[in-house]
């Protein structure tokens, strides 16, 4: 290792980048646009619930449920008063659920034996849960209200109050945000290293650097140097946005955070390398690299949904899958704090798995070429 | 240990399709220290992977080579630190600037920053490059990056050079002027030099020559003494006879046209006062020519001179800003279609495509000229047994070597018989073998009246040209037959010039011109 | 006859460039199908094994009774007594439990005098949205042990759900089969650009400009080429989907093949338009990637469409995935017949004529300026 020649090697690096237009969109616009998309535009936060309301006869108690409905902020309802009209509404998506109230509402109502029926489109079934869950909780404090006040003695039950710990507000961006963190932090390190290395192969770069006494441990710092201070403009970009943008909380320390994220980013860097020394070909990369890095960082890091609810043979595999340290790291220091347990575990985790694969990408790619021409 | 290098037995096996063959069949050879030694050698005769084991880049499998004192399998670092390498494809970086390579390499080689910028200044002057130190590597011309890539090994002061084709696509001014930094180089700073290189009459530069063929050395000692080879069949011998004595034991009779074209032979190619502009900068300022059926056809010029925009204009890859062209009567942008149906093109990089194999390319190639059928296939196999293709049907491209891909994407322009053929820098880089049976094929095409236009760097091949056009700016420096180019080309003092000497004078009278005007 | 010879040659091409490589069969046939497999498994709300504590400051019977409903759940996991709130906050932390249940010290007073105790349940809020989940659940048992034991917290009205087209809640048919289109679309969209960018970058570009080829046909040839892989990546998907993943189809089987084909036209479309703008491999990628990015977050696959605020909602009716996955749901759960169907084909199927008229005029007007 030769300090000056990693100097001189990051500032040509840095050059090369800075003359590449889209090395900057995907530094500055890709974390930009991500985050609007996912900040805005994704949320698990129930709104806008088409429902239909079928009921038979107007009395009191029917308006008091639609009104209830009306008055909540996440429905937007269409009464009906045909079985068949709503149930076309929901085969049509015009409703995405529908409350059936029976005849004589407020006589069973009265009676105490009254039976509504909710009928939702199931097709995204975890979604129609939760749709379902929102609107038996609405019907039961209108079909409360509706009641005349009864006895002390033969109504007690037990009442269950809900308290959110670390996001009081129940707003989804909280688990949202830190998950968009990992992912641009992901593209950034992952595929634009791959890529670029890739680009080196192809273009016969390599060659004439194998051939200068520096050693491939200084082209891979260099090379991760520039890719890195990227990844932490991407990052700054996004602490910023969702410190002021989105109103994220930010608990823990942020010099923890910025060192989780500089392993996460090694790491992600890692991964490229490895791909990069596969294949050697920019169009096998990309694929790679979508394939290995960016869905799965989606998907299976914890990040939209949770690992403990996948299946075992799942769970084991997403120890794979650099993003679900560094997802579970980020949502505990924004949200949380400093949790010792935790922030170690993951570091652990993300150290033990780079060293792995700078091991691999090192035998992958030694200082010499393999076959070629003549 | 006296010799900068040293090697004994090296032998080197590598895999093409399913066989393995010996790239290096035991090589051994010693190079003194102060010399310029060339390798010379048709295309795959194992010159670059000579190179890159030495440089420590490959491993022999067998055999062993020191350079400088170090061995090239255990101690590739210390020779890494002490050589400058200049691979084929030059390792610049395309978006850095001429003197930031410089400073990268300076600083790879931990130059004293004290002496660095003076080394760099110095060496920007030898090459001629001082004039744009803040232009970027992948806007120079072919000639300079070369001269680039050879000033980036030298900074380093290094010991020993070894350059591999440091001349390939670059004209014939630079490549003069490049050899005589070479000599320069090493008689002022010892430096010893190992240049491979597949002109032959580049060998005549060098103190000592080594002859490969087929990955064994066939011939070692001074440029004289291969000359001598041949000096028994022709009078004054070049080095290419003494060369195809050793290779082939003959000496192959001149080439010569069987059926010039006539005067009155139809018109395949009008190109009438074209203009080419890239925003304010014009790069081809009203040429016109024409080209007959069976005429051959050169378009001539240093690097830059805008004979690669010509030649683009006329097939129709890049729009006229002015002027008319017409392929056999019709108007490239009225019919694009059917004109370009009647020319077959061969690309400077040969643009085959390198997951399609050989048979496969030549029934895409084939294909898409509206070849189907038995038809398809008839031409095929001529094609594959015209170009003497038969073991290499079923291999990649990439795996080719160079004559072979070369022999390959004219097959391919060829298939659907084109009236007009168009070559674009095709024999660069190519050994005299392939090139020889190359003008032999495009000869033979044009007596059966095909006209043809080529680029080319040799000038050599110029005299295998019925008419040519030299272009220097942008603008027609001299026009006419090999024989009147000669003649616009003689100084007073020197009689009869050789067309590449011609060539030089017409090029340096008109730069001269021109900076008397500025 | 000569057009059509000349055009089924360079199909070929295409066909032997995308298929011959073994890592392009491997990354067009055994990449979806293991992300088919991690993803039908993987996404999924359903909770299983929360794990919870369970502080109980009453220490009744009655109390007891109830962390034993909870106990007695499928879908928690009962893992001990905090000793105080700071054990149990410190617990939650380090997510070794992701619930606690807080019955307070009156727990079994209270409910002997009829008066109703508040029982809290704190949740982990890092997943707001599992949490929200798991205080469903939680609530459940609350109101099941209100039942058990004849409390009346609840109210005297019994609420029925049904949930049409899936009726079990399977979540993974949704998933799965939302995944057909989904990578195709994606991958699809890349390989055309790639591919296209490739040649660029290789200069095989200029050889194809001086055959007679007109760009439109040397577009065509690409994208109808993909096309049948395309068709092929989605059969192959289709063949799990159907009989691993056991997901019902409900249509007719020639809708279905009708829709792979418009998905296939826009994603081709569209990656041709895109690559017809890149210079190299590096700019083709990102820019499919800036275009992949939102049409894949925002297809509802994730996260509903109904949560989106209306602008992008608007917008997705132009979002060739979210239209491919919702037309997959129509005819699979749905079972949706021609005339619904038809709006679905008319938007992807413009999609790909637009965008792929674009990239022709693009492609000739290059040439000729």
């Known amino acids: 290792m030769n300090l000056r020649r990693i100097i001189a090697l990051t500032a040509k690096e840095r050059k090369q980048m800075m003359r590449e237009p889209s090395n900057i969109a995907v530094g500055i616009l890709l974390p930009i646009m991500m985050l609007l998309i996912f900040g805005y535009g994704m949320t698990m936060d129930i709104r806008n619930i088409d429902l239909a309301i079928v009921h038979h006869g107007q009395s009191p108690a029917v308006s008091n449920v639609i009104a209830h409905f009306n008055n909540s902020k996440y429905f937007s309802v269409d009464v009906y008063h045909s079985t068949l009209e709503a149930e076309e509404a929901i085969r049509s998506h015009h409703a995405d659920a529908a409350l059936f109230l029976p005849d004589d509402f407020e006589a069973h109502l009265l009676k105490g034996d009254a039976s509504v029926q909710i009928v939702s489109n199931a097709?995204?079934?975890?979604?129609?849960?939760?749709?379902?869950?929102?609107?038996?909780?609405?019907?039961?404090?209108?079909?409360?209200?509706?009641?005349?006040?009864?006895?002390?003695?033969?109504?007690?039950?037990?009442?269950?109050?809900?308290?959110?710990?670390?996001?009081?507000?129940?707003?989804?961006?909280?688990?949202?945000?830190?998950?968009?963190?990992?992912?641009?932090?992901?593209?950034?390190?992952?595929?634009?290293?791959?890529?670029?290395?890739?680009?080196?192969?192809?273009?016969?770069?390599?060659?004439?650097?194998?051939?200068?006494?520096?050693?491939?441990?200084?082209?891979?710092?260099?090379?991760?140097?520039?890719?890195?201070?990227?990844?932490?403009?991407?990052?700054?970009?996004?602490?910023?946005?969702?410190?002021?943008?989105?109103?994220?909380?930010?608990?823990?320390?942020?010099?923890?955070?910025?060192?989780?994220?500089?392993?996460?980013?090694?790491?992600?860097?890692?991964?490229?390398?490895?791909?990069?020394s596969v294949t050697k070909s920019q169009f096998i990369s990309c694929q790679l690299s979508l394939f290995i890095s960016f869905l799965p960082v989606m998907m299976l890091s914890g990040f939209l949904w949770e690992i403990p609810n996948m299946p075992d043979a799942v769970q084991y595999f997403t120890y794979l899958v650099p993003g679900r340290y560094f997802v579970d790291f980020m949502q505990s220091i924004m949200l949380v704090g400093n949790v010792w347990s935790n922030i170690l575990t993951n570091m652990a985790g993300m150290v033990i798995f780079t060293l792995i694969l700078l091991i691999l990408a090192k035998l992958k790619n030694p200082k010499r070429l393999t076959g070629g021409g003549i | 240990?006296?010799?900068?290098?040293?090697?004994?037995?090296?032998?080197?096996?590598?895999?093409?399709?399913?066989?393995?063959?010996?790239?290096?069949?035991?090589?051994?050879?010693?190079?003194?220290?102060?010399?310029?030694?060339?390798?010379?050698?048709?295309?795959?005769?194992?010159?670059?992977?000579?190179?890159?084991?030495?440089?420590?880049?490959?491993?022999?499998?067998?055999?062993?080579?020191?350079?400088?004192?170090?061995?090239?399998?255990?101690?590739?670092?210390?020779?890494?630190?002490?050589?400058?390498?200049?691979?084929?494809?030059?390792?610049?970086?395309?978006?850095?600037?001429?003197?930031?390579?410089?400073?990268?390499?300076?600083?790879?080689?931990?130059?004293?920053?004290?002496?660095?910028?003076?080394?760099?200044?110095e060496l920007l002057v030898?090459?001629?490059?001082?004039?744009?130190?803040?232009?970027?590597?992948?806007?120079?011309?072919?000639?300079?990056?070369?001269?680039?890539?050879?000033?980036?090994?030298?900074?380093?002061?290094?010991?020993?050079?070894?350059?591999?084709?440091?001349?390939?696509?670059?004209?014939?001014?630079?490549?003069?002027?490049?050899?005589?930094?070479?000599?320069?180089?090493?008689?002022?700073?010892?430096?010893?030099?190992?240049?491979?290189?597949?002109?032959?009459?580049?060998?005549?530069?060098?103190?000592?020559?080594?002859?490969?063929?087929?990955?064994?050395?066939?011939?070692?000692?001074?440029?004289?003494?291969?000359?001598?080879?041949?000096?028994?069949?022709?009078?004054?011998?070049?080095?290419?006879?003494?060369?195809?004595?050793?290779?082939?034991?003959?000496?192959?009779?001149p080439l010569k046209r069987e059926c010039p074209p006539k005067e009155d032979a139809r018109v395949m190619i009008q190109a009438d006062q074209l203009v080419k502009k890239f925003g304010s900068f014009t790069a081809v300022d009203h040429i016109s020519f024409e080209v007959k059926q069976g005429?051959?056809?050169?378009?001539?010029?240093?690097?830059?001179?805008?004979?690669?925009?010509?030649?683009?204009?006329?097939?129709?890859?890049?729009?006229?800003?002015?002027?008319?062209?017409?392929?056999?009567?019709?108007?490239?942008?009225?019919?694009?279609?059917r004109a370009r149906n009647c020319f077959g093109f061969v690309a400077q990089k040969f643009s085959l495509y390198t997951d399609l194999n050989v048979h496969e390319n030549l029934e895409f190639f084939g294909g898409a000229y509206g070849l189907y059928g038995n038809k398809l296939q008839e031409r095929i196999r001529w094609a594959i047994h015209e170009f003497a293709m038969e073991d290499y049907e079923f291999i990649q491209p990439n795996e080719l070597p160079l004559g072979i891909k070369q022999r390959l994407s004219m097959a391919c322009a060829l298939l659907h018989e084109p009236e007009i053929l168009f070559l674009d820098e095709a024999t660069s880089g190519a050994d005299p073998m392939t090139r020889r049976e190359f003008w032999a094929r495009i000869m033979k095409l044009a007596d059966r009246g095909t006209a043809v236009v080529i680029t080319t760097h040799f000038l050599d091949e110029a005299e295998f040209c019925d008419r040519m056009i030299i272009m220097q700016d942008g603008k027609s420096a001299a026009a006419g037959s090999a024989a009147e180019i000669r003649r616009q080309g003689t100084i007073p003092g020197h009689p009869e010039p050789k067309l590449e000497d011609a060539f030089v004078n017409i090029i340096l009278a008109d730069r001269n011109r021109q900076e008397g005007n500025a | 006859m000569r057009f059509l010879s000349r055009f089924r040659a360079l199909l070929k091409k295409e066909f032997i460039q995308l298929l011959k490589s073994p890592k392009m069969k491997i990354t067009i046939f055994g990449a979806p199908l293991i992300q088919l497999f991690l993803l039908g498994y993987a996404a999924t709300m359903d909770l299983r094994d929360v794990p919870f504590g369970v502080i109980d400051h009453s220490n009744t019977p009655e109390s007891r009774n109830l962390a034993a409903m909870f106990t007695g759940s499928t879908v928690f996991d009962f893992k001990g007594y905090p000793e105080s709130e700071k054990d149990m906050g410190e617990r939650v932390a380090a997510k070794e439990i992701k619930m606690a249940l807080v019955i307070p010290e009156t727990f079994a007073n209270d409910l002997a005098s009829g008066r109703s105790p508040n029982v809290q349940i704190i949740l982990d809020g890092r997943n707001s949205a599992s949490a929200g989940i798991a205080f469903g659940y939680a609530s459940d048992v609350v109101n099941a042990f209100n039942a058990k034991y004849h409390y009346r917290a609840g109210?005297?009205?019994?609420?029925?759900?049904?949930?049409?087209?899936?009726?079990?809640?399977?979540?993974?048919?949704?998933?799965?089969?939302?995944?057909?289109?989904?990578?195709?679309?994606?991958?699809?969209?890349?390989?055309?650009?790639?591919?296209?960018?490739?040649?660029?970058?290789?200069?095989?570009?200029?050889?194809?400009?001086?055959?007679?080829?007109?760009?439109?046909?040397?577009?065509?040839?690409?994208?109808?080429?993909?096309?049948?892989?395309?068709?092929?990546?989605?059969?192959?998907?289709?063949?799990?989907?159907?009989?691993?993943?056991k997901v019902p189809y409900q249509s007719e089987y020639y809708l279905l093949f009708l829709l792979f084909g418009v998905i296939l036209m826009a994603a081709v479309g569209i990656g041709l338009l895109i690559s017809v703008h890149c210079a190299n491999l590096q700019q083709a990628m990102i820019?499919?990637?800036?275009?992949?990015?939102?049409?894949?977050?925002?297809?509802?696959?994730?996260?509903?469409?109904?949560?989106?605020?209306?602008?992008?909602?608007?917008?997705?009716?132009?979002?060739?995935?979210?239209?491919?996955?919702?037309?997959?749901?129509?005819?699979?759960?749905?079972?949706?017949?021609?005339?619904?169907?038809?709006?679905?084909?008319?938007?992807?199927?413009?999609?790909?004529?637009?965008?792929?008229?674009?990239?022709?005029?693009?492609?000739?007007?290059?040439?000729?300026?």
């Open chain 3, 155 to 245: 109210m005297p009205v019994k609420i029925i759900t049904r949930g049409w087209f899936n009726p079990n809640y399977n979540a993974r048919w949704f998933m799965v089969s939302s995944l057909i289109a989904t990578l195709t679309l994606l991958a699809f969209t890349l390989l055309v650009a790639l591919s296209f960018a490739k040649e660029r970058e290789g200069g095989t570009v200029d050889q194809l400009l001086l055959t007679p080829y007109s760009p439109a046909e040397l577009l065509a040839a690409k994208g109808l080429a993909s096309m049948a892989v395309g068709f092929g990546q989605m059969m192959f998907c289709l063949v799990f989907v159907l009989f691993w993943f």
């Open chain 2, 295 to 337: 005429e051959i056809f050169g378009l001539l010029g240093a690097n830059g001179a805008g004979k690669t925009t010509t030649f683009r204009m006329l097939c129709g890859l890049d729009p006229v800003t002015e002027g008319t062209v017409k392929i056999a009567g019709l108007d490239l942008r009225k019919s694009p279609g």
């Open chain 2, 126 to 253: 030898l090459t001629g490059l001082e004039r744009f130190p803040d232009r970027q590597a992948g806007h120079l011309s072919g000639g300079m990056k070369s001269k680039l890539a050879l000033a980036c090994s030298l900074v380093s002061t290094p010991r020993l050079l070894i350059l591999d084709e440091p001349t390939v696509g670059v004209d014939v001014m630079s490549r003069r002027e490049l050899w005589k930094m070479l000599r320069e180089i090493a008689e002022t700073q010892k430096v010893s030099v190992l240049v491979s290189t597949s002109y032959m009459d580049e060998a005549d530069f060098c103190d000592s020559v080594l002859v490969l063929f087929n990955g064994k050395v066939l011939g070692r000692g001074t440029p004289g003494s291969i000359r001598a080879y041949a000096s028994g069949i022709v009078e004054n011998p070049t080095f290419e006879q003494g060369f195809q004595m050793l290779i082939a034991g003959d000496v192959p009779p």
């Open chain 1, 123 to 276: 097709t995204n079934a975890s979604i129609a849960r939760i749709y379902e869950n929102s609107i038996r909780t609405v019907f039961m404090q209108a079909a409360a209200a509706a009641l005349p006040p009864s006895g002390t003695t033969s109504n007690a039950g037990v009442r269950v109050i809900n308290r959110l710990w670390f996001n009081e507000k129940n707003d989804s961006r909280c688990f949202m945000v830190p998950g968009v963190i990992v992912l641009i932090m992901s593209l950034i390190g992952c595929m634009l290293t791959a890529l670029q290395m890739a680009k080196e192969y192809e273009h016969g770069n390599m060659e004439s650097m194998f051939v200068t006494p520096m050693t491939s441990g200084e082209i891979l710092i260099a090379k991760m140097i520039n890719n890195y201070i990227l990844g932490m403009i991407g990052l700054g970009i996004s602490l910023i946005a969702a410190r002021w943008l989105f109103d994220v909380p930010f608990r823990g320390s942020l010099l923890i955070l910025l060192i989780g994220a500089s392993m996460f980013l090694i790491l992600q860097m890692s991964v490229g390398l490895v791909i990069s």
């Open chain 3, 287 to 369: 820019m499919t990637f800036m275009y992949d990015v939102p049409c894949a977050a925002l297809s509802g696959i994730a996260t509903p469409i109904a949560n989106m605020p209306d602008f992008i909602r608007k917008c997705q009716i132009i979002n060739p995935v979210r239209r491919g996955i919702d037309a997959l749901h129509r005819l699979f759960l749905e079972g949706c017949g021609f005339r619904e169907m038809l709006p679905m084909y008319l938007i992807l199927g413009s999609i790909g004529l637009l965008t792929f008229t674009l990239a022709c005029l693009s492609f000739e007007w290059q040439r000729k300026h």
């Open chain 2, 1 to 121: 240990m006296n010799e900068v290098i040293s090697c004994r037995g090296i032998v080197k096996r590598f895999k093409r399709g399913k066989q393995t063959f010996d790239a290096l069949g035991g090589v051994s050879f010693e190079l003194e220290p102060g010399q310029i030694a060339g390798l010379l050698g048709p295309d795959g005769a194992g010159k670059s992977t000579l190179l890159r084991i030495l440089t420590g880049l490959l491993k022999p499998d067998d055999g062993n080579a020191t350079v400088l004192g170090f061995d090239c399998v255990r101690q590739p670092a210390k020779i890494q630190q002490r050589a400058g390498y200049l691979p084929q494809k030059f390792g610049l970086y395309e978006n850095l600037t001429v003197h930031e390579n410089m400073v990268l390499y300076a600083e790879l080689h931990a130059v004293p920053r004290d002496v660095r910028e003076k080394r760099i200044h």
